[in-house]
């Protein structure tokens, strides 16, 4: 075992969404007897990961996270590399030759399969894909087919219910947000008039946070729509109602909003169904061939657990687009191993487990590539603080990188042709998407804080200073 050399241990941190940075941030405070050095990569321009691309636009609460992981990284002690992707611009094995430690803090970004006939039909669609898009990822394309009148969000998560609002909400009621403007073009021309979202169990079993729940009743020109058939309790359902305090708030909202009058005569309904399985997508025929024409779902009943069971009874929706909110799933790190169920890089508490199930001495895991897609944001400071305790614990082994250098690194970068940015770039970038908001502020019918750059290229030109003719 060797002891901590009299130099920082440098350490790569891929992916600075919040694992990321909350892991760079918990790490420099932590008590320690040896210096640090943090790069945080990127493979997007830009940092935030899941805020700037998974949070829905008009979420500015959960978006102003961003506000905490801009002082974290604008301290000057973490050290920003954007439009780097591991697996080509970098290898592991070039990050063992530059680095101590790698944390892999990569996410989910992926769409959980589900497993029923008709996935594959036009009109099917992975709500983690919409969202990439109504959040302007850079590597989706720029166009969505909205042209669907009646439109099923399969899941009972919060993402369902983000899809959902974003489906059924205005477009100029979305103006506000930060939504590029390819976006609220496309939504504007959506003739969308029903959204029905559906939840395989029932109202004590979904997934949402009541504040979420509440929210779709704000939706100016949108009327709640609930079915009494829908509002079963099991035993379990009971038990759940009385000792979870979410789950109790949320039970309360949807029966109040199942006993009130909820029919304002609005242009747009939103859907609530319960114990309904999705069973198969069904196609169109004759010029409908190949596309969405339905949704079939089977009719379920609780089992005393909360678990359900189906009933044999069926029902046929006619919808024109099915979005599937599941759940997302992580995807494969170049050269780590891979638990392909749960979508993570096999891990004990953060230390990544190599093919013989014995931890690989340097490398970690934190975030949602580490313990899956469940959680809020919040929760991920926790797990990193796991993450870094089991980096701690091993430092005294870990100073193995042949060419620590600062520079060495952007050396590398430079010499492969690639375009790294760095934090000053995002300040740049940055300035440049609140210029656009006055812009627009200033020539459309509201106020609009921020308007994001949506291509690859353009973000990086302005990021390295090479401003476009939007300047
Ligand atoms: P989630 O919370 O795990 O919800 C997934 C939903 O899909 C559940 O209702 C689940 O039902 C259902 N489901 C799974 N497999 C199914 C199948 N084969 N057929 C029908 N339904 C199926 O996942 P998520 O919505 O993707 O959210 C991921 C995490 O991000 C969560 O922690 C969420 O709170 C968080 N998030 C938060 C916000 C926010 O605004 N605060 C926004 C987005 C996401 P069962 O329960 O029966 O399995």
């Given at each position: 075992?060797?002891?901590?050399?009299?130099?920082?241990?440098?350490?790569?941190?891929?992916?600075a969404?919040?694992?990321g940075?909350?892991?760079?941030?918990?790490?420099?405070?932590?008590?320690?007897?040896?210096e640090?050095?943090i790069?945080?990569?990127?493979?997007?321009?830009?940092?935030y990961?899941?805020?700037?691309?998974?949070?829905?636009?008009?979420?500015?609460?959960?978006?102003?996270?961003?506000?905490?992981?801009?002082k974290?990284?604008?301290?000057?002690d973490?050290?920003?590399?954007g439009?780097?992707?591991f697996?080509?611009?970098?290898?592991?094995?070039?990050?063992?030759?530059?680095?101590?430690?790698?944390?892999?803090?990569?996410?989910?970004?992926?769409?959980?399969?589900?497993?029923?006939?008709?996935?594959?039909?036009?009109?099917s669609?992975?709500g983690?894909?919409?969202v990439?898009?109504?959040?302007?990822?850079?590597?989706?394309?720029?166009?969505?087919?909205?042209?669907?009148?009646?439109?099923?969000?399969?899941?009972?998560?919060?993402v369902?219910?983000?899809?959902?609002r974003?489906?059924?909400?205005?477009?100029?009621?979305?103006?506000?947000?930060?939504?590029?403007?390819?976006?609220?073009?496309?939504?504007?021309?959506?003739p969308?008039?029903?959204?029905?979202?559906?939840?395989?169990?029932?109202?004590?079993?979904?997934?949402?946070?009541?504040?979420e729940l509440?929210?779709?009743?704000?939706?100016?020109?949108v009327?709640?729509?609930?079915?009494?058939?829908?509002?079963?309790?099991?035993?379990?359902?009971?038990?759940?109602?009385?000792s979870?305090?979410?789950?109790?708030?949320?039970?309360g909202?949807?029966?109040?909003?199942?006993?009130?009058?909820?029919?304002?005569?609005a242009?747009?309904?939103?859907h609530?169904?319960?114990?309904q399985q999705?069973?198969e997508?069904?196609?169109?025929?004759?010029?409908?061939?190949g596309?969405?024409?339905?949704?079939?779902m089977?009719?379920?009943?609780?089992?005393?657990?909360?678990?359900?069971?189906?009933?044999?009874?069926?029902?046929?929706?006619?919808?024109?687009?099915?979005?599937?909110?599941?759940?997302?799933?992580?995807?494969?790190v170049?050269?780590?191993?891979y638990?392909?169920?749960?979508?993570?890089?096999?891990?004990?508490?953060?230390?990544?487990?190599?093919a013989?199930?014995?931890?690989?001495p340097?490398?970690?895991?934190?975030?949602?590539?580490k313990?899956?897609?469940?959680?809020?944001?919040?929760?991920?400071?926790?797990?990193?603080?796991?993450?870094?305790g089991?980096?701690?614990?091993?430092?005294?082994?870990?100073?193995?990188?042949?060419n620590?250098?600062?520079?060495?690194?952007?050396?590398?970068l430079?010499?492969?042709?690639?375009?790294?940015?760095?934090?000053?770039?995002?300040?740049?970038?940055?300035?440049h998407?609140?210029?656009?908001g006055?812009?627009?502020?200033?020539?459309?019918?509201?106020a609009r804080?921020?308007v994001?750059v949506?291509?690859?290229?353009?973000?990086?030109?302005?990021?390295?200073?090479?401003?476009?003719?939007?300047?």
């Amino acid at each position: 075992m060797t002891s901590a050399p009299d130099r920082p241990l440098r350490l790569a941190i891929i992916g600075a969404g919040p694992a990321g940075v909350y892991t760079a941030d918990l790490l420099t405070k932590a008590e320690r007897d040896f210096e640090v050095s943090i790069d945080l990569f990127d493979r997007y321009p830009a940092p935030y990961g899941l805020i700037r691309y998974g949070v829905a636009p008009d979420h500015p609460r959960i978006k102003g996270i961003v506000k905490a992981l801009h002082k974290v990284m604008d301290r000057g002690d973490i050290r920003f590399l954007g439009g780097v992707d591991f697996g080509t611009d970098i290898t592991l094995e070039d990050l063992r030759e530059h680095y101590d430690a790698i944390v892999f803090s990569t996410g989910a970004i992926k769409d959980a399969d589900l497993h029923i006939p008709g996935t594959d039909l036009q009109g099917s669609f992975g709500g983690a894909d919409f969202v990439s898009w109504y959040d302007g990822h850079p590597d989706v394309p720029r166009e969505w087919p909205l042209t669907a009148r009646e439109v099923a969000v399969i899941g009972n998560g919060n993402v369902a219910l983000d899809v959902a609002r974003m489906l059924s909400k205005h477009a100029d009621d979305l103006l506000v947000t930060e939504i590029p403007e390819n976006v609220y073009q496309g939504l504007k021309s959506s003739p969308i008039t029903d959204v029905h979202v559906f939840g395989r169990r029932g109202p004590a079993q979904v997934k949402f946070t009541p504040l979420e729940l509440r929210e779709l009743a704000h939706s100016k020109d949108v009327d709640l729509v609930l079915y009494p058939e829908d509002f079963e309790f099991d035993a379990a359902s009971e038990e759940a109602a009385t000792s979870n305090n979410q789950i109790k708030t949320m039970v309360g909202t949807l029966t109040n909003w199942l006993v009130e009058e909820q029919d304002t005569g609005a242009s747009r309904r939103l859907h609530l169904h319960f114990l309904q399985q999705p069973v198969e997508i069904l196609e169109g025929e004759g010029e409908q061939a190949g596309s969405v024409a339905g949704l079939r779902m089977e009719r379920m009943e609780l089992d005393g657990t909360g678990n359900v069971k189906g009933t044999g009874e069926f029902t046929d929706y006619p919808v024109q687009a099915v979005y599937r909110a599941i759940g997302y799933h992580g995807s494969e790190v170049p050269g780590l191993g891979y638990d392909e169920r749960r979508g993570v890089i096999p891990n004990d508490a953060g230390r990544i487990l190599g093919a013989d199930g014995a931890p690989v001495p340097g490398l970690y895991a934190s975030g949602w590539i580490k313990r899956g897609p469940v959680g809020l944001i919040g929760h991920t400071k926790g797990d990193a603080l796991e993450t870094i305790g089991c980096l701690l614990e091993d430092q005294p082994g870990l100073w193995t990188a042949r060419n620590p250098d600062e520079q060495a690194v952007l050396d590398l970068l430079e010499s492969r042709g690639i375009d790294y940015t760095s934090w000053e770039g995002w300040l740049a970038l940055d300035e440049h998407e609140l210029a656009l908001g006055a812009e627009a502020s200033s020539t459309g019918p509201v106020a609009r804080e921020r308007v994001k750059v949506v291509e690859r290229e353009e973000m990086t030109r302005i990021s390295r200073g090479i401003l476009t003719h939007h300047a």
